[in-house]
């Protein structure tokens, strides 16, 4: 059972009452810290503690949307943990389905071209966002679920957040996913584009990069059963495009803009629209079908936009509304 300020039965940490949630959309996976270099394409440069991880990056950027999210993880107790909490509270980010552990927190370091771009060296032994663990059903109210990244490579978490995935597909709730694939942290590329595959018939939208889809081996087949509803394409400086179920397809240019890099962009993108699609009423069962090119040239042009605000700061700091609106 879960309750205020107790354990679970299993010994595991205490969340707060679940109930409480009033967040329609619900971002799962890690949080972690990001060390980014100060100087780009300088191997010795000193790096800069920023809080990240795919997830994070997102829940916060919903927030910072004006969006009513709330971020579903397990979270160390360390300084960094508690530095990772407070960002999510300034962010307005419900984290009643926070799990807590004594673990550290997973560092990821960050080499940062000189034209922008970002690989990661992650350290994740033992950390404790890898001992997530199956939360009971989300409650009514929230209507969409957003995972990926590292969270569904590194076990035995990965487990757990599959699991959720599934359950809230299964009754209804609207799902994205983004592998955001990290082949450094993939053992077998084999096992993991065949899990990949299953997880396929429980998702609502699947946003990939480029990158992705090449490492994978291609897009979904459009048409089928099995396939995601949408498939949004990030395209870096040549924007966005997506293809639907229903072969509908539209696409936006990129956003000009100077890159200081490109760290949250694809996490930016997630949550831009996933706010756009609410303020549609497109998350709702089906309602994603309904939406017209024109729509979704809105919702896209919306996410460039957002994503370039990201991509002209350092690290991870995705834009507010106003920002946007300006």
């Not at 978490?157 to 694939?181: Q, S």
């Not at 018939?201 to 995601?228: H, Y």
């Amino acid at each position: 059972m879960y309750g205020d300020g107790l354990l679970y039965g299993d010994g595991l940490p205490p969340v707060r009452r679940m109930g409480y949630v009033r967040a329609v959309i619900v971002v799962a996976g890690e949080s972690l810290i990001d060390l980014v270099p100060r100087e780009n394409g300088s191997p010795l440069s000193p790096l800069l503690p920023r809080p990240g991880g795919g997830p994070y990056n997102t829940a916060v950027a919903l927030g910072r949307l004006g969006a009513g999210a709330a971020f579903c993880s397990r979270v160390s107790t360390d300084p960094f943990g508690e530095a990772l909490l407070d960002g999510l509270r300034t962010a307005g980010i419900d984290v009643s389905l926070v799990q807590r552990g004594p673990e550290p927190t997973t560092l990821a370091v960050a080499a940062v071209g000189a034209d922008g771009s970002a690989g990661y060296a992650f350290y994740a032994e033992g950390t404790a966002d890898r001992l997530f663990a199956l939360p009971p059903r989300l409650p009514d109210a929230v209507r969409a679920l957003a995972v990926g990244t590292c969270s569904l490579v590194l076990e035995p978490g990965a487990t757990a957040y599959e699991a959720l995935l599934r359950r809230e597909a299964d009754r209804g709730v609207f799902t994205l996913l983004d592998p955001n694939i990290r082949p450094g942290l993939i053992p077998d590329a084999d096992a993991y584009r065949a899990r990949f595959t299953r997880w396929l018939p429980s998702v609502s939208l699947l946003k990939v990069s480029e990158e992705d889809a090449a490492w994978l081996g291609g897009l979904p087949p459009a048409g089928t059963a099995a396939s995601p509803a949408a498939v949004v394409v990030t395209r870096g400086s040549r924007g966005l495009s997506v293809r639907t179920r229903a072969g509908l397809e539209a696409a936006v240019p990129g956003v000009a803009v100077r890159v200081a890099d490109t760290i949250g962009a694809g996490d930016t993108v997630n949550a831009a629209l996933l706010h756009a699609l609410e303020a549609r009423g497109a998350l709702a069962p089906g309602a994603l079908d309904a939406l017209d090119a024109d729509g979704w040239r809105e919702v896209l042009g919306f996410a460039a936009r957002a994503a370039a605000i990201t991509c002209s700061r350092t690290g991870a700091e995705p834009p507010y509304a106003r920002e946007l609106e300006a």
